[in-house]
């Protein structure tokens, strides 16, 4: 229970009394320390006027308290990620602190703690007198007193400004009767509004016991790993002691081991003398020796262990957002000591198969140069990330990180502002945006797209947000090398990521709504740049994080609807009062039909360039693929319609092929995003994914025109005026005149897609009528006759017809009629044939063929 209040009279009594003493003493010093007035300008006059003038009461502000993020393992459990605090604390009320440490307080601070009205006039005059020779105000502070200073102290250390903090924290320590007397003011105001058991147990808990501990129950707990209602005798002596000094007294520096012992001895002596303690007690513990038992408190996210790129992402947001504070220091400068409970998104599951993934495939330092690997997972529908891991260790600590390459405190996986990641070039992952703008415009997928090799300018493209500039005759190639190209559907172009198709795609398109339309899906550079849309942007030359792909991938899964990440469930504030986390915001990115279609040509992507990445479970995933030059960087980003991930191996710095490390790099990172999955799926399951808009499969269509008897030239033309590519399929044998065409394929007047490729044929005029036929005639005039027309005969002999079998049954043997005789086989001789020494068969009669050709007839024998 909390002691009774002073009554009125009695604080009244103390404030005059107070004054009275302040005057007293003033005209004391005047009177026989003149050099002290000389140096203060101080009078009995100005004293009484500058206490008058003084502030008459102080607000006691809630205690800097930790924060602390939490994750919900699969069962449901709360689990401590990490937590953060400027001081070390936890507050406790009375009843859970060891008299002894009461005892110590009050016996040594102020034994008349419970008797004076917040200022303990004997004490006080005491210290004036003693102190006034020296020139230095010093002690003579009742524990009000002190609470008040510790409470001026941390409003001070609350400024987010630093030159703020620095004057407050000035004027709430510097050595002047002036602070002395505000000092005093305060401490009467402060015991006419609290108990004096609420002002002990907020000195207790507000009281600095050395570097960043603050408050008993976190002192015992740090110098003697016991809560502060467990601490014996000695141990409270001790933690008493180290008050009047903290940071010279505190026992975790062995040098100061022995004058915090001396200080507690006279800690206990004091104890004695007031009767808190026996005798035998005091002797037993002065004899004990000062043995700390150090237990550093875990804070920072380098405690949360395969998690800490998360956490620290989390601390991101919490800097990031502004309804934590004005400015990021003052954002973070509440988070630290708010004492809110921050519950998390995350997945413990799928954060431990993203560690176990990556650990696999990846090493945290490798030899051959500065790569490393990333992963992270959002939930599809709200953005709720799930899992972000890396390949490296996490530090804050520079001099940690400096020890080796395995640690840093850089989040690949997110933007510069949450992590000091820039990103990475995203390589073909970006075509997708290619292909939706490309549907948008009334283009399907099955139409053709011309990726034959050619040399680019720059001319050829259409950019309204900038220039294109000059590309210096850019000779594009595909990834494995092969210049040539080829045309194929715009389907076919994405399943085997070739650039040269889309680059084509992107030259019947507006570069910069091609932009536009990946920055609708939440796209944006790592650097916080404004995204580029020159023609190498088509192919993932900008640098963007993972997170933000795994985001633009879930809207796909998510029929166009794009939802922005989100970290954090849950905020609880110290008294458990709910506050608003960041949320995540939704938009419609593009029509369902668009997006569903696009969704349909990603899910196709398995059969070509992502056939390593099926967790092989039934449950249907989208994806691409996507490689920078010179394979520096390799992604895979898939979803199904539960799980977004996007995982990535790459350069950090430098320009090493990531193939000279893990061949292919592909397969590796194919390997990363299946290990996450495969979890991910056995815990959020996944759907069929909608079907696609037929009339966004077709697309445009156009019909082959008529070319046939034309020249090559004119059936270029033509074909290319519809809209179709043209190709020369070179000449063949004809009986038409040289040079013109002969047929196409596919054939004319067959609809086929916009841009597709046509196939001409033109004629060598090699062919002539055919020689007439000879059946019927004899060999020789057969022979005869062809020959005269130039033909080489070939003659084959026909055999002469065979005997045919002749089967006769014998008769049965009256004497033994029981019995049927087998039947008896025999030929018969063949009928005579009429075309004996005629041709009876010609491979060659009429038709067209080339001249001199071997015409083979076939003569009956």
């Known amino acids: 229970m909390f002691a009774k209040k002073p009554s009125k009279s009695g604080l009244v009594g103390g404030l005059l009394a107070f004054v009275g003493m302040s005057a007293v003493a003033s005209v ?22 500058v206490f008058d003038e003084l502030p008459e009461y102080l607000k006691i502000n809630q205690l800097a308290e930790k924060t602390s993020i939490y994750a919900k393992a699969s069962d449901g459990t709360e689990v401590l990620l990490a937590s953060f605090y400027a001081q070390n ?43 006034a020779s020296g020139g230095d105000v010093q002690g003579g502070s009742s524990i009000s007193q002190q609470y008040v200073k510790n409470i001026l102290v941390q409003r001070a250390e609350e400024l987010a400004d630093p030159d703020a903090r620095k004057a407050a924290y000035i004027a709430a320590t510097q050595t002047s009767i002036e602070r002395k007397l505000k000092e005093m003011k305060l401490a009467i105001s402060i015991e006419s509004k609290y108990s004096k058991d609420e002002i002990l147990n907020g000195y207790l808990n507000i009281a600095s016991f050395g570097g960043r501990t603050y408050g008993i129950e976190a002192a015992a707990q740090y110098y003697f790993g016991v809560k502060a209602k467990d601490l014996t005798l000695a141990q409270a002596a001790s933690l008493i002691a180290t008050v009047n000094n903290p940071n010279n007294l505190r026992i975790d520096y062995e040098e100061n081991i022995q004058a915090n012992t001396d200080r507690r001895n006279y800690v206990l002596e004091r104890m004695l003398a007031e009767g808190k303690i026996t005798q035998k007690e005091y002797k037993a513990a002065v004899a004990e020796p000062v043995t700390p038992v150090i237990t550093p408190p875990s804070t920072g996210c380098q405690t949360a262990g395969g998690a800490a790129f998360f956490c620290d992402y989390v601390t991101w947001v919490i800097k990031n957002d502004k309804a934590f504070g004005a400015t990021e220091d003052e954002r973070w400068n509440n988070f630290q000591r708010g004492g809110y409970k921050i519950m998390t998104t995350l997945n413990l599951d799928v954060q431990a198969a993203t560690n176990a993934a990556i650990d696999e495939r990846v090493a945290k330092v490798v030899d051959e140069g500065n790569i490393a690997a990333a992963s992270v997972s959002v939930e599809v529908g709200t953005g709720r990330i799930l899992a972000m891991g890396q390949s490296k260790d996490y530090s804050a600590d520079p001099e940690v990180v400096a020890t080796g390459a395995n640690y840093t405190s850089v989040n690949y996986s997110t933007d510069s502002r949450y992590g000091s990641s820039t990103g990475f070039p995203v390589g073909s992952t970006y075509k997708v945006f290619t292909l939706t703008e490309w549907l948008k415009n009334g283009h399907g997928l099955n139409e053709m797209v011309d990726g034959k090799n050619r040399i680019w300018t720059g001319r050829e493209f259409t950019n309204s947000c900038e220039g294109v500039g000059d590309l210096n005759n850019w000779n594009l190639q595909n990834f494995d090398g092969r210049g040539t190209g080829r045309v194929w559907s715009a389907l076919q172009s994405l399943i085997n990521s070739w650039n040269t198709n889309f680059m084509m795609m992107a030259s019947k398109l507006d570069l910069c709504k091609i932009r536009k339309t990946a920055e609708s899906f939440g796209v944006h550079r790592a650097d916080l740049k404004t995204l580029t849309s020159n023609p190498m942007a088509v192919l993932g030359s900008n640098e963007i994080a993972p ?51 696009v969704a349909y040509a990603m899910s196709r992507v398995i059969e070509g360039s992502a056939r390593w990445a099926s967790p092989n479970d039934g449950v249907p995933f989208i994806s691409k693929t996507g490689t920078s030059d010179n394979s520096e960087h390799n992604w895979m980003m898939g979803t199904t319609t539960k799980v977004s991930t996007v995982s990535w191996i790459g350069n950090v710095t430098g320009h090493v092929n990531v193939g000279e490390y893990v061949f292919p790099p592909y397969v590796f990172v194919q390997g990363i995003w299946r290990g996450v999955m495969a979890t991910a799926n056995s815990i959020y399951g996944g759907d069929a994914f909608p079907a696609p808009d037929p009339n966004l499969m077709k697309g445009k269509s156009v019909a082959v025109p008529a070319i046939d008897g034309l020249t090559l030239k004119q059936a270029q033309e033509l074909i290319e005026s519809v809209g179709l590519t043209f190709k020369d399929g070179g000449e063949m044998d004809s009986e038409k005149p040289k040079g013109t065409v002969v047929k196409s394929d596919p054939p004319s007047g067959e609809n086929t897609a916009v841009g597709a490729e046509i196939t001409v044929y033109t004629s060598n005029q090699s062919l002539v009528a055919g020689p007439g036929t000879t059946l019927g005639m004899t060999q020789a005039a057969a022979t005869s006759s062809l020959q005269s027309g130039g033909w080489v005969v070939q003659v084959i002999l026909a055999p002469s017809p065979t005997p045919t079998p002749c089967p006769s049954t014998p008769p049965v043997d009256p004497n033994n009629p029981s019995v049927i005789p087998a039947p008896v086989q025999s030929t018969c001789p063949a009928p005579p044939s009429p075309n004996v020494g005629k041709v009876i068969a010609q491979d060659v009669v009429g038709g ?14």
């Open 547 to 597: 997170l933000t792909m795994a985001v633009a991938a879930a809207g796909f899964a998510n029929q166009g609807k794009v939802c922005s990440a989100i970290a954090i469930d849950e905020i609880t504030d110290r008294n458990g009062k709910k506050v608003d986390p960041p949320k995540s915001k939704c938009n419609q990115a593009v029509p369902a039909n668009i997006a569903n279609t």
């Open 28 to 49: 004391l010093i005047a009177a026989a320390v003149t050099p002290a007035i000389a140096v203060t300008g101080l009078t009995t006059n100005s004293a009484l006027g």
């Open 848 to 861: 067209f063929v080339k001249p001199g050709a071997t015409v083979t007839i076939t003569v009956q024998q």
């Open 89 to 131: 604390r936890v507050t406790v009320p009375l009843d859970e602190i060891s008299p002894y440490v009461i005892d110590a307080a009050i016996a040594t601070e102020d034994p008349r703690f419970y008797e004076h009205g917040g200022v303990d006039l004997i004490g006080t005059a005491r210290a004036i007198l003693s102190n």
